[in-house]
C-alpha cells in the first residue's frame, strides 16, 4: 500500500508541475503524409546507397548484413516534422514553409539521433576480424594498403549511420550528376589561384564529405549546423542544385 501511495503521490505532482500535450504532426497543407512518405523515401534510397556500396566491398565470408529499422525511420520523420512545425508556427519568423536546407539538416540531425541501421554480423566476433575483398591475392608489398583499406572499411561501418546522414543531406540539396564545372575549369582555377590546395574538384569533394562525416560522427550536430553547413557548401563551383532553395522567404534576424 505504502508503495502505492507513493505513485499516487508522485503522479499528483506531475501533473501539477508539468504541462502535458498533444503534438500535431501531419496537416493537409505544409507537413501532410505525402510529404513524409517522400522524405522517408529518400532516407531509405539513400540508406540503400551507401550500405550496398561498402558491402559491395566485405568479403562473404565475414558473413555480415544490416538492418534498416523501419520504424525509428519513422520516427526520424516525425521527429522531423515536430522540430519544423515549431519555426513555421514561431510568431518571430516569416517562414510559411521550411526550404530544403532546413528539410535535410532536420531529417540528418534526426537520423544522427535515432541511427536507424545496425549492422549484424554472425561469424565475426567482433567488426575487428571484418575482412574485405582481395585478401587472398594480395601480394606482400600490398599487405600494407590492404590493411589501411580493412581499417577504413571497419571505420565505416561503425558509423555506418554518419556516412549515410551525408548522402541524405547532401543528395537532397546537390545534384551531384550535374556537374557543372570540368577538370579544365580546375586546371584553369589552379593557374590563376595560389591557394588552391586540391587536384580536381573530385577530390575537393571528396575532402568535403570526409569533413562532413567526421563532423557528424564526432561533434555536436544541431539543425541549424547542418543548414548553414549546406548552405555555405553550395559556393563550391562543381556542385548543380537540386532546385531553387534560395527564392523562398527568409527569416527575420
Known amino acids: ?23 500535431d504532426v501531419f496537416d493537409d497543407k505544409v507537413f501532410t503524409r505525402d510529404k513524409a512518405i517522400v522524405w522517408k523515401d529518400h532516407m531509405l534510397s539513400s ?55 532546413k528539410i ?36 606482400e608489398d600490398e599487405q600494407e594498403l590492404y590493411e589501411l583499406e580493412r581499417q577504413k572499411t571497419i571505420w565505416r561501418l561503425k558509423h555506418i549511420n554518419e556516412l549515410i546522414a551525408v548522402e541524405m543531406v547532401t543528395s537532397y540539396i546537390f545534384d551531384f550528376d550535374n556537374v557543372l564545372c570540368d577538370e579544365k575549369d580546375c586546371k584553369r582555377l589552379k593557374k590563376k589561384s595560389a591557394n588552391a590546395d586540391f587536384p580536381s574538384f573530385d577530390q575537393m569533394m571528396l575532402t568535403i564529405m570526409q569533413k562532413l562525416t567526421y563532423y557528424f560522427a564526432y561533434r555536436a ?11 555555405g557548401y553550395t559556393f563550391h563551383p562543381a556542385w548543380g542544385l537540386t532546385g531553387s532553395y534560395w527564392n523562398s522567404i527568409s527569416e527575420n534576424v
Open 1 to 23: 500500500m505504502r508503495g502505492g501511495a507513493i505513485e499516487i503521490e508522485l503522479m499528483t505532482n506531475i501533473k501539477n508541475y508539468v504541462h502535458i500535450s498533444s503534438v
Open 221 to 231: 550536430i544541431a539543425p541549424k549546423v547542418i543548414e548553414h553547413i549546406l548552405e
Open 47 to 101: 540508406a540503400e546507397k551507401v550500405l550496398n556500396a561498402l558491402f559491395a566491398k566485405i568479403d562473404h565470408t565475414s558473413e555480415m548484413t544490416y538492418f534498416v529499422s523501419k520504424s525509428l525511420v519513422d520516427e526520424v520523420s516525425v521527429d522531423a516534422i515536430i522540430g519544423m512545425r515549431k519555426i513555421v508556427k514561431s510568431n518571430t519568423h516569416e517562414v510559411d514553409d521550411p526550404n530544403a536546407f
Open 104 to 139: 535535410a539538416a532536420y531529417l540528418g540531425y534526426w537520423w544522427l539521433r535515432h541511427k536507424p541501421v545496425s549492422i549484424i554480423y554472425s561469424k565475426a566476433s567482433s567488426l575487428e576480424e571484418v575482412q574485405i575483398l582481395g585478401e587472398h591475392c594480395v601480394r
